[in-house]
């Protein structure tokens, strides 16, 4: 059955409502929330911006708008502080880093990728990534 908007789907400890992209209003302007999940474990509401190109800060301050209009108009008495992810194309550690360290809103920026890598690398990374967690937790 297809999805309808108001449906609830659930996966890995997040529920997502569909809702044809959330909309924010305020004075004469508008904008819309590209995705918003409720994360149960978290207790609190995943706002999610999709971006075709570079990460900017001016992003970081999209997502800090979208964030306080959650806290202040869609979170639910009980619930924690909702947490943004900006998932970009493309990601300059440096202006990520300042633009989004130390705001009072939780935000996250990540680059996505539109291939995935082959198959030797995901070996390699997995086989190094193995190694370090046995090297922390003293496991042979």
């Known amino acids: 059955m297809p999805a ?5 789907r659930s996966f890995s400890g997040c529920t997502f409502r569909w809702n044809r992209r959330a ?34 800060y001016a992003d970081a301050g999209q997502m800090h708008l979208y964030l306080n209009y959650a806290r202040e108009h869609w979170m639910k008495p009980g619930e924690n502080p909702p947490v943004g992810l900006i998932l ?42 193995t190694a370090e967690l046995e090297r922390r937790t003293g496991a042979a």
Request: glycine letters at 4%.
């Open 4 to 8: 309808r908007p108001g449906d609830h």
């Open 23 to 56: 909309t924010i209003t305020g004075d004469e302007a508008w904008f819309r929330v590209d995705l918003v999940f409720f994360h149960r474990r978290l207790k609190c509401l995943v706002i999610i911006d999709l971006k075709v190109g570079r990460f900017s």
């Open 88 to 129: 970009c194309a493309e990601k300059g550690a440096a202006e990520a880093h300042y633009a989004l360290d130390n705001l009072p809103n939780k935000i996250l920026a990540a680059e996505y990728q539109t291939v995935l890598p082959d198959e030797a690398m995901i070996v390699q990374e997995l086989e190094r990534t």
